[in-house]
């Protein structure tokens, strides 16, 4: 009787949660959609096979993305939009997850914040260890991927069927490559903004923002059930705690200027620099929503490797963080107190609230278009 009593009092902590996920995420989100937009509609897709396609090669496509995405300051969340925009129009795979990790993991904002509330080592560390994991994940996937479409093909040949190996084709209406059309490199400025807006807030948008809601409300069950004293008490350094806050880190949503306060808390309080590291190695590049939209979009095998490089980068980057600090004989300190807010509270309500009619209004017109796509089909 009791736990049913407390029912309600669960479900609204769970809402809240996720709400405030939602609000934290949203400027970020806006901005992964305004940053695809225009990629869309003012980048030719020969710009983005020449140096993201397969024409770069494995290394080189790995290497321009993880080299891109440092700078821009989209987290986990606002970086997927922009990604699979990127992967819709001729990134491979392997660069594909390279942007997804580098990216959301550093950013001018993220860096300046490290370097204020750490110390020079973290914000030099910081991304140099993002760029790395981020280009090894990239050359596997393409590695792997490039096997795996040989042996593919090699099947397909033994059985006599006729494999097509060129460039991947969508026959699932809700795919975004479906969506629109490419833009006109002659068009006017206001033509090609309007082309950006539209497949950014009603295309792209509709085509992921299910899978985004579900991974939310995941996030904030995961929030609502960890207390926050748990980090504290079980995370005072070595290996256990390393991979304790990287169980921790991998699911929650956190962006990379949000966890850095933290970190710097934890490190103020006796947790090793190295320790520190995981979290914001690991925290910022993944959370749930990440993680359902990676495997949606990209495949299974590719998120498992996905959440298996960051792992194993972040507790070795780790691990190499607190040999630094001790070879160094440096105590690692940081600033006590907390660092203001890059955006205000109001800021980040607005941005919720303004995306909330374009979620929905993306998801009707998605399933719209699949409606009439699907009577089309039938009809046939």
Request: glycine share 8%; proline share 5%; charged share 15%.
């Amino acid at each position: 009787m009791t736990l049913i009593n407390a029912i309600p009092s669960i479900i609204l902590g769970i809402l809240t949660e996720s709400w405030s996920l939602f609000e934290e995420a949203a400027p970020y989100l806006f901005l992964g959609f305004v940053v695809a937009g225009l990629l869309h509609a003012l980048v030719p897709d020969e710009k983005i096979l020449k140096y993201l396609g397969k024409s770069a090669g494995k290394f080189r496509s790995a290497f321009n993305a993880s080299l891109i995405g440092i700078p821009l300051p989209l987290c986990s969340c606002g970086v997927v939009p922009t990604a699979l925009s990127l992967k819709n129009r001729g990134a491979t795979k392997g660069a594909t997850l390279s942007f997804l990790i580098s990216t959301p993991e550093t950013g001018v904002d993220s860096i300046a914040i490290t370097y204020a509330l750490l110390d020079p080592i973290m914000t030099v560390f910081r991304p140099i260890a993002s760029m790395t994991t981020a280009l090894f994940t990239g050359i596997a996937e393409n590695i792997m991927g490039e096997k795996r479409d040989s042996k593919r093909s090699l099947f397909s040949s033994e059985n006599g069927s006729i494999a097509l190996m060129q460039a991947p084709t969508c026959s699932d209406s809700s795919c975004s490559c479906h969506s629109g059309t490419v833009p006109d490199e002659d068009a006017s400025l206001f033509t090609k903004i309007k082309e950006a807006l539209k497949y950014s807030f009603v295309e792209l948008l509709g085509d992921i923002s299910g899978w985004l809601m579900v991974g939310i409300l995941i996030a904030g069950i995961i929030s609502y059930a960890i207390p926050d004293e748990f980090v504290g008490n079980y995370l005072g350094g070595g290996v256990f705690s390393m991979i304790l806050m990287l169980v921790i880190g991998i699911p929650l949503y956190i962006c990379a200027t949000a966890s850095t306060p933290l970190a710097a808390a934890l490190v103020s309080k006796g947790m090793s620099p190295g320790t520190a590291f995981v979290f914001l190695l690991a925290g910022p590049a993944t959370n749930a929503a990440t993680i359902t939209m990676v495997t949606k979009f990209l495949g299974k095998r590719s998120a498992a490797l996905y959440l298996i490089m960051i792992a194993v980068c972040s507790l070795a980057f780790g691990l190499l963080l607190d040999v630094i600090y001790f070879r160094l004989g440096i105590k690692a300190s940081s600033i006590v107190g907390s660092a203001s807010e890059v955006l205000d509270p109001w800021i980040k309500t607005a941005f919720a609230l303004l995306l909330i009619p374009f979620i929905i209004h993306g998801i009707y017109k998605q399933r719209k278009l699949k409606k009439g796509k699907t009577s089309s089909s039938s009809m046939v």
